[in-house]
């Protein structure tokens, strides 16, 4: 199994900044696409980044300019430096992963527990 553990969130007023880590371990051949996502109270969970292996980046619209995902292949981590948060930034941040247990098995798809940020004053 794959768990996916993320760190990082919490308080903040508004124009400040966080960064998010995840971590994954467990049976880990390969990580293909790394991502974060966000769900606030009421809403559905949506795409705020995500990061191939070898490719770009993309980008929620809401936070382009903003935030900068990132990873390190070498530790299994993902990371998102968010900048300038706003009100509506608030929600539960979650981390997301394609992982290959080994060079046999297909890709499956993993959730963290998630984490909270609050951006208010």
């Known amino acids: 199994q794959v768990q996916l553990v993320e760190s990082g969130g919490g308080l903040v007023q508004p124009g400040g900044s966080l960064k998010l880590s995840c971590v994954a371990s467990?049976?880990?051949?390969?990580?293909?696409?790394m991502g974060w996502y966000r769900q606030a109270p009421g809403k559905q969970r949506e795409l705020v980044a995500t990061?191939?292996?070898?490719?770009?980046?993309n980008y929620a619209d809401s936070v382009k300019g903003r935030f900068t995902i990132s990873r390190d292949n070498g530790n299994n981590t993902v990371y998102l430096q968010m900048n300038s948060l706003k009100p509506e930034d608030t929600a539960v941040y979650y981390c997301?992963?394609?992982?290959?247990?080994?060079?046999?098995?297909?890709?499956?798809?993993?959730w963290g527990q998630g984490t909270q940020v609050t951006v208010s004053s």
């Open positions: 997301n992963a394609d992982v290959r247990a080994n060079r046999f098995t297909r890709e499956r798809n993993y």
């Open positions: 467990g049976r880990i051949f390969n990580i293909n696409t």
């Open positions: 990061i191939p292996r070898g490719g770009s980046t």
